[in-house]
């Protein structure tokens, strides 16, 4: 199917790559679809996995990388290393404002509660992305989100809607067994904190280790969300400052 043909919508894009394999995801996407798509990563801890499948199926697909300068200094030495051996098309995007700005400004939004953590993802998430998906004029936005992670994600189809743009997610069927193991036989290097208790990863301020009694979706922002404000379907999912 051509890309003059293929109509961008979730319900075309789920039946046309959920009996596919992963990397063919990717690949089908980047054919069908070219320069109307693109990829983000967080970097968190298996973040190498969509990287290493966009490297071989779509090398030159535009990889959006939020950067809310707030990661964990060993999330940006993690950074250095995946992009030396990994060929992707990286595109840094931050807030207008800088963490320093905005803590003059504003003070400490994270440790305000709900409605400032919400503020504080549109800030430094919502909006970025959304300007990184105007920039590169792109209408289908692939993410490595995967149903295992959380309850909130069991009930994804492979391709849906958000906003204007449909999210694909290529590895939303991996378990975590087959993330471990396509890590090892591509002798990928794992988050330096995923030896350290973290079974997810975030911002710094607002990410902890798994501990005894604690759930993975209780180890960012407190237990009070875990979803980082990019995944999640929302009226202000267009914010724009």
Known sequence: MSSASTDINASTINQEISDLSAGDRVAWIHQNLGNKAVASTSFGLQAAVMLKLISEHAPD???????????????????????????????????RYTPAQQEARWGKRWEKGSDELLTYAKLNKIEPMNRALKDHSAM?????????????????????EQGSTVKAYPILDWPDIQVEHFMNQHDLPAHPLSKKGYVTMGDWHSTRPLENNVSAEETRFGGEKYECGLHIESEDSDFQI
């Open 61 to 95: 697909m535009p990889v959006i990388f939020v950067d809310t300068g707030y990661n964990f200094p060993e999330t940006y030495r993690y950074i250095d290393s995946l992009t030396d051996i990994l060929d992707v098309n990286l595109k840094y995007y931050s807030s």
């Open 140 to 160: 289908v936005w692939l993410s490595g989100i995967r149903r295992s992670q959380s309850s909130s994600r069991v009930n994804r189809d492979f391709a849906e």
